[in-house]
């Protein structure tokens, strides 16, 4: 005998996995977690915005925005001139890039358009290793590894360089690219494709003419990100890149970033309460603003070039 629609609903209702308390509870528990998230991100801009503060009260911001000498350290006449810092971390940026971006796009439109079931399987896996080693042994890969087998390369490079570290951020994010362009080249619809191919198109025209062009507002959304995640890189510089600010675009160098700074002056090398010390505020502060921008732009960017399927 069939059952009527208000049984079949009563009978839904015992079934239910979560008692009724727990199914009124959860909302409150899901916004509880979503307003500390709110709360921890307006604490620590609220943190850095004071302190900062701190900092311009002592020292010019003009000089600070526009002086490349950065010499915090000095007892007589301390320089804080940021674009020092700028440069290094730009610079460790670029190459990182030369390397993440056509590496990862490649391997992203292998695993998309080319790679079998069997070999997807294989090489993602690998993927998500390479992007959960810790950084710090990224850092003394660079130092240890990378470093002595570019000297064979380049005659003279010293110990701590750009170029090694800025390789080693490139390989770091890898990953991230391969993975959201595969992604993105993954939910372009196989209609497309199939399109292409009965008009005559090559399987590699198909990839570079079709699906990346659909692809294009993910792509660019993950090499911004990409980019963003570079800017941010701590160990990989601090450990492999030296701490020499310098206002340089010779990859041989030793160099100084934004994030390595940060990491020399916490480990005491300042005491609590002087200029030194809410120097990485600013520096922080500056680092977060570069940051927000880069995660600002890769919005605009899916949203603007967004395709609609």
Not at 7 to 16: A, G, M, P, S
């Amino acid at each position: 005998m069939s059952k009527s629609v208000s049984e079949i609903i009563k009978e839904k209702k015992r079934r239910k996995f979560l008692p009724g308390y727990l199914e009124k509870a959860a909302p409150i528990i899901f916004g509880i977690c979503a307003v500390i998230s709110v709360f921890t991100t307006v604490g620590i801009i609220f943190t850095l915005v004071i302190e900062t503060i701190t900092f311009f009260n002592r020292v010019s911001i003009i000089e600070f925005i526009t002086s490349t000498d950065w010499y915090p350290f000095t007892e007589k006449a301390p320089s804080y001139g940021i674009l020092s810092l700028v440069s290094g971390t730009l610079l460790i940026t670029f190459i990182a890039m030369l390397v993440a971006i056509p590496v990862g796009l490649s391997t992203a439109i292998y695993l998309s358009e080319y790679a079998s079931e069997r070999a997807r399987r294989i090489i993602k896996p690998i993927l998500e290793v390479l992007a959960g080693v810790p950084t710090i042994v990224y850092g003394f890969f660079a130092l240890t590894f990378v470093t002595p087998l570019l000297k064979g390369i380049i005659p003279g490079l010293p110990i701590f360089n750009a170029l090694s570290p800025g390789i080693v951020v490139g390989i770091m994010i890898i990953p991230m690219i391969a993975s959201l362009s595969e992604d993105a080249m993954s939910s372009v619809p196989s209609s497309m494709r199939e399109g292409a191919l009965a008009m005559g198109a090559t399987k590699l025209e198909v990839a570079l003419k079709i699906v990346l062009p659909a692809a294009l507002s993910g792509i660019i959304a993950s090499f911004v990100l990409g980019i963003s995640r570079a800017i941010g890189e701590t160990m990989i510089v601090a450990v492999a890149a030296g701490s020499t600010p310098k206002f340089t675009l010779d990859v041989t160098e030793s160099i100084q970033t934004m994030t390595a700074y940060i990491v020399q002056v916490s480990l005491g090398d300042a005491s609590y309460g002087s200029t030194i010390y809410y120097s990485i505020y600013a520096v922080g502060m500056s680092l977060f603003v570069f940051t927000l921008l880069m995660n600002l732009l890769a919005q605009y960017i899916s949203r603007r070039f967004r395709e609609e399927y």
